[in-house]
């Protein structure tokens, strides 16, 4: 039987080739070149858009640990990144146009991959299928996921706030507490004077955008306008929305700050903290400048930096169980479209999407990685249920028992059990 790979991307082909080096048979079904998106400009299977750049190599960095896990488990597009890398400092660099070339070219080798260039408008009635169609899918094709899906779990637009790392934020400039209601701690708040908000004000409002590419020209929502547009309608219109100090006293002084940003936690140790309301696109450079410029963040780590820009992802933990559709089990999502952010964070769940089909097929039960690991904490965050499903890069913050550890320890202890999981997938599909 071919299980069949809807899009011809990291994903996708990663799923491709990990079905057919583990013994399966997979045909891929890519559009490109009989039809083109805005993005891509080749026929190239895995072409990299946005960017040169597979961030750091480091262990010590989570992008790097994740790209080691991959090296470890044998996946395609780290082989020929590495092929293909050239001179980048600490990160991984690669030519993009040998990258593309030599991905199609053993995509197209393989003897137990079939590649149909050809659109597929409709999710097939029958068989094993992956849908990795990434985040600029096809209206006709959107239009039958989100049939399959449910008219409300798909998503065509980002509206992203940072997430930052909760050992880096200063408490003794922040307060827990929540609007009218003494004694709850639901939100971190960081307090900050009128000299102090108008400096954040000043640069805010000069900080450099990131330019949106002719096809991300989407209109903003009011209900998510990037921070740096809120401001540009005045300076008192943060202080009636997202920095509104109405309702708290700093419980150091008793009164009522000028401004106020919110954090939520991300999680229940308080590893991650979300800057509610703060979906922007300034630069990443520029994020760490103008909101470092709030007391409390002086010495902020991000986890995560804020964007607003189109793409097409489920809400994964409303629809899908691990991989699979719960409406019809045979049907698997790979890549962006399940909700990571990242050329690395998708190619790491079209692996999985990959071995997860083959156990199907083979009427075996599939268990990922631990999510003491990179692969493992990104498959748990897209099936754990929260109000505010939004796409997420690999981090630190979302490994299983990383608070205060040391990143070596951290890095050591994840590869050791991809291993041993890699292990169990070659017994369990030998």
């Known amino acids: 039987m071919e299980i069949r790979i809807i899009g011809g991307g990291l994903a996708g082909s990663e799923a491709a ?60 597009m780290l082989e020929v990144a ?87 934020i200063d408490m003794s400039r922040a307060f827990f507490g929540t609007r009218y209601a003494p004694g709850c701690d639901d939100y971190l708040n960081c307090p900050l004077t009128r000299q102090e908000y108008e400096v954040f004000y000043d640069a805010l409002r000069l900080a450099e955008r990131v330019d949106l590419k002719e096809f991300e020209e989407t209109p903003y929502f009011e209900g998510c306008l990037p921070i740096e547009v809120m401001a540009e309608r005045g300076t008192h219109t943060l202080l009636f929305g997202p920095m509104k100090p109405v309702g708290l006293a700093d419980k150091r002084t008793g009164c009522e700050p000028h401004a106020v940003l919110q954090l939520r936690r991300e999680d229940a140790p308080g590893n991650m903290y979300n800057m509610v309301g703060f979906q922007t696109k300034l630069t ?24 607003i820009h ?38 790491a769940m079209g692996l999985l999407s990959g071995v997860a089909a083959l156990y199907y097929e083979r009427g075996k039960e599939f268990e990922g990685p631990e999510p003491t690991t990179c692969v493992g904490a990104l498959y748990r965050y897209i099936g754990t249920e929260r109000t505010d499903f939004q796409p997420m890069n690999v981090n630190f913050g979302l490994l299983e028992g990383y608070h205060k550890r040391k990143k070596e320890m951290v890095a050591e202890r994840a590869l050791s059990a991809i291993a041993k999981w890699k292990e169990r997938v070659a017994e369990d599909l030998q």
């Open 17 to 76: 080739y990990q079905i057919a080096r583990l013994g399966g048979h997979a045909v891929l079904y890519e559009m490109r070149p009989v039809s083109r998106t805005p993005a891509h400009k080749t026929g190239y299977l895995s072409e990299l858009v946005c960017s040169n750049s597979l961030k750091s190599k480091e262990l010590t960095n989570a992008h790097g640990l994740l790209k080691a896990e991959l090296r470890l488990l044998g996946a395609l």
């Open 82 to 168: 590495d092929e293909c890398a050239i001179p980048g400092g600490k990160a991984l660099v690669v030519d993009r146009s040998r990258f593309g070339e030599r991905v199609t070219s053993a995509i197209l080798g393989h003897p137990r991959i079939r590649v149909v260039r050809e659109e597929k408008t409709d999710l097939p009635q029958d068989g094993i299928v992956i849908v990795a169609t990434g985040p600029l899918t096809a209206p006709i094709l959107s239009e039958r996921i989100r049939a399959a899906t449910g008219m409300t779990n798909l998503h065509f637009f980002d509206a992203i706030s940072p997430i930052l790392d909760g050992d880096s």
């Open 284 to 307: 990443y450079p520029e994020q760490e400048r103008v909101f470092r410029l709030i007391p409390a963040l002086r010495e902020a780590r991000f986890f995560r930096y804020g964007s």
């Open 310 to 347: 189109r793409n097409t992802f489920i809400n994964s933990p409303s629809v899908l169980r691990g991989l699979q559709l719960r409406t019809d089990g045979r049907i698997f999502f790979a890549g962006q479209i399940t909700g990571v952010e990242g050329y690395m964070e998708s190619t």
